[in-house]
């Protein structure tokens, strides 16, 4: 299990290769990238901020139990942090496991719990000023299923 939380960008493809490379073990392999998105067109920037160490600490704690709730062989989460232009990677989860259905699952459970519990606040800068970005419902209601 591999998390990191950094300012540098990252390169989704190699990092998905170098995730499963030379992996016999594995026969399924999923991965989600985010992006930096700009809905209304004005976005400069957007900020996200963290806490060193409670923030690895609890991402970790959530791919731990993602490992315990589903076979899976391997996990990596990287998030970024820090002033990112739209169209920036923001962040990334891959899962590994013998079968796909535990590796869509667990993914689509790192990410549910990723938007709403991992300790980051963001805040969207434009040419009118900046606002920090408030908690949806939806994704709240997400968590719903797990």
Known sequence: MTVRVQ??????GAELNAFA????????????T???????GDLQEM????YPGMT???IAKIAQEATTRWALTDVLV???YGPLKPGAPIMMVATASAHRAASFEA???????????APFWKKEVTAQGAAWVD???????ALKRW
């Not at 300012?7 to 989704?12: G, S």
């Open 78 to 80: 990287i998030h970024r």
């Open 7 to 12: 300012a540098e960008p990252f390169d989704a």
């Open 56 to 58: 690895e600490s609890a």
């Open 135 to 141: 908690a949806k419902d939806a994704d709240e209601d």
């Open 21 to 32: 490379q030379g992996r016999t073990d594995i026969g399924a392999v999923v991965s989600f």
């Open 34 to 40: 985010g992006v930096v998105r700009d809905t209304k």
């Open 107 to 117: 993914a689509d459970f790192l990410m549910d719990y990723l938007k709403s519990r």
């Open 47 to 50: 900020l996200i901020e963290h």
